[in-house]
């Protein structure tokens, strides 16, 4: 149950706007719709913030949106606030009879 | 309002048992999957097991598999992960979650330490 894989680290300045890449396999994040993406506070539980994709679930920023590329996915974050430091984690669903599995996680850092 | 609330973490001798339970309100507890995901400390997240609607498929990860037992009781509003023959790689939070496929919700997790 190899993780995905996401870069460690992405940093960006007050307004910029930064995208976070989700690496898999066809056997996941290319073979179906339901790719996620979440965002932990240090101390918190993790919050989901995109579904299937590119869906945001009532009440998240429309500055968050996500996409995907064959076995890639991606969350871009628009316009980023101090408040956007955290950090996020994709997963991906990998067929009935099974768990999902998730990313490696990427801190954000606000400059 | 959605809450999940986790109990029954708690430090554990290696090879010792420990059952977290989970009770839910504010939704059709019914018409849900339910996961468990743990984050062991400074590390990333990970799936440990899920249960269906009426309990009768459950998934694990090849992690705990064959120690851990996930189960539900739908009249109480509640999702249980009992855990055998812990190890010292099992120290997490344990996050009960909303959700099989895509985690909706989370509960504010429960810190299960398993020492050597």
């Known amino acids: 149950q190899s993780a995905l894989t996401q870069p460690a680290s992405v940093s960006g300045s007050p307004g910029q706007s930064i995208t976070i890449s989700c690496t898999g396999t066809s056997s996941d994040v290319g073979g179906n719709k339901y790719v996620t993406w979440y965002q932990q506070h240090p101390g918190k539980a993790p919050k989901l913030i995109i579904y299937?994709?590119?869906n945001r679930p009532s009440g998240v920023s429309n500055r968050f949106s996500g996409s995907k590329s064959d076995n890639t996915a991606s969350l871009t974050i628009s316009g980023l606030q101090p408040e956007d430091e955290a950090d996020y984690y994709c997963?991906?669903?990998?067929?009935?009879?099974?768990?999902?599995?998730f990313g490696t996680g990427t801190t954000v850092t606000v400059l | 309002e959605v809450q999940l609330v986790e109990s029954g973490g708690g430090l554990v001798q290696r090879g010792g048992s420990l059952r977290l339970s989970c009770a839910v309100s504010g939704f059709t507890f019914t018409n849900d999957w339910m996961s468990w995901v743990r984050q062991a400390p400074g590390k990333g997240l990970e799936w440990v097991a899920n249960?269906?609607?009426?309990?009768?498929?459950?998934y694990y990860a090849d992690s705990v598999k064959g120690r851990f037992t996930v189960s539900r009781d739908n009249a109480k509003y509640s999702v249980y992960l009992q855990m055998n023959s812990l190890r010292a790689d099992d120290t997490a939070v344990y996050y009960c979650?909303?959700?099989?496929?895509?985690?909706?919700?989370w509960g504010q997790g429960t810190l299960v330490t398993v020492s050597s």
């Open positions: 979650v909303r959700g099989g496929t895509t985690a909706n919700f």
């Open positions: 299937d994709v590119s």
């Open positions: 249960i269906n609607e009426g309990g009768s498929e459950k």
């Open positions: 997963s991906a669903y990998r067929g009935s009879s099974t768990l999902g599995v």
